[in-house]
């Protein structure tokens, strides 16, 4: 197993961590976000060290690109030697290529983690969204992984054990944690009862921290553009129904009823509003670069911390 060095806590990456929750609500929609109300089940992704390793690696694939609602979608999932953790093509599909590390031969518990990020690589490839640069598309692509019900086996996956340490993914535990806070609000979902490991409970219990101090701050400055567009629809929503109500019992009284006064701008908020802030989406995963030899945008982190080299074919 490769040493990945220290694994990096705290926050470093939340702007864009947020900024991912922001584009995943703006790019799929306040709707479609929430028909991912069910998390990838445990029972789902569990690979014992007995099962065959590609009929296992196949059938777990499957589960992620069933969760995902790639229904076209098939990945062949292959192992290697290799730096890195995974690997995936990001091609025009229907067919995709995975690789894994050999490591994972004899590390399967840890296939569905690796196969959760680099699934979810395919699922923002075919939606065309992505970040400019390798370093934000692989944290947009944890995030997404981890609020849309699959990324809580990458947080999982994070062990210590005094000797020696492992990490899958491109968000620290802590952020990992923070993501899967924020969906747990929002679905009323506990991810910390699949946890097999000490270190992912603590660090959920840490993210769980900010995120309800996210949800102390005053809702129109600190929820960002989306929770601004979703306090809007919801506003929105409510009113329509009391003005619904009011036609049928007081016509008069509904039609004297104004508006709400407007939110305030997006721009005012921590988010960044529709067209500012690092999204961009690009066409055909342009946005993802491939890597030469020997570079390196992860200098602090190895193998582990760095789960895959999405390519993109052509
Ligand atoms: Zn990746």
């Known amino acids: 197993m490769a040493n990945g060095g220290p ?59 069933r969760h995902y609602r790639l229904p076209d979608a098939r990945m062949i999932v292959g192992f290697r030697e290799m730096t890195h953790a995974a690997n995936v093509e990001l091609a025009a599909g229907p067919e995709y290529f995975i690789e894994l590390n050999d490591r994972f031969r004899t590390h399967r518990r840890d296939i569905g983690a690796a196969l959760a990020h680099e699934v979810m690589h395919v699922y923002l490839h075919r939606l ?110 409510a009113q329509d129904r009391r003005l619904l109500r009011l036609r049928v019992r007081r016509p008069r009284a509904a039609a004297r009823l104004l508006p709400l006064p407007d939110l305030p701008p997006a721009h005012q908020g921590a988010g960044p509003g529709p067209g500012t802030g690092p999204l961009r989406a690009v066409p055909n995963g342009a946005g993802v670069r491939h890597l030469g030899p020997g570079e390196a945008e992860h200098p602090e982190s190895l193998c582990l911390a760095r789960p895959c080299r999405a390519r993109v074919e052509g």
């Open 128 to 237: 065309d969204l992505s970040f400019p640069g390798t370093r934000d598309t692989e944290i947009l692509t944890d995030t997404a992984a981890a609020y849309l019900g699959a990324g809580w086996l990458l947080l999982d996956a994070y062990r210590e054990d005094g000797a020696s340490s492992q990490k899958l993914g491109y968000l620290t535990p802590e952020e990992f944690g923070y993501v899967l806070a924020k969906r747990a609000l929002v679905f009323g979902e506990d991810p910390s009862v699949w946890f097999t490991s000490p270190q992912a409970y603590t660090a959920y219990a840490k993210g769980m921290e900010l995120a309800l101090r996210d949800g102390r701050q005053p809702p129109l400055t600190a929820a960002g553009w989306a929770g601004r567009r979703r306090y809007a629809r919801d506003r929105r929503h």
């Open 7 to 65: 694994v990096e806590h705290g926050y470093p990456h939340l702007d864009t961590v947020r900024a991912s929750v922001t584009a995943l609500y703006k790019r799929l929609s306040y709707d479609t976000v929430h028909t991912f109300a069910t998390s990838v089940a445990p029972a789902d992704v569990a690979f014992a060290d007995a099962d065959d390793l590609h009929l296992g690696a196949q059938r777990v694939a499957r589960e992620m690109v």
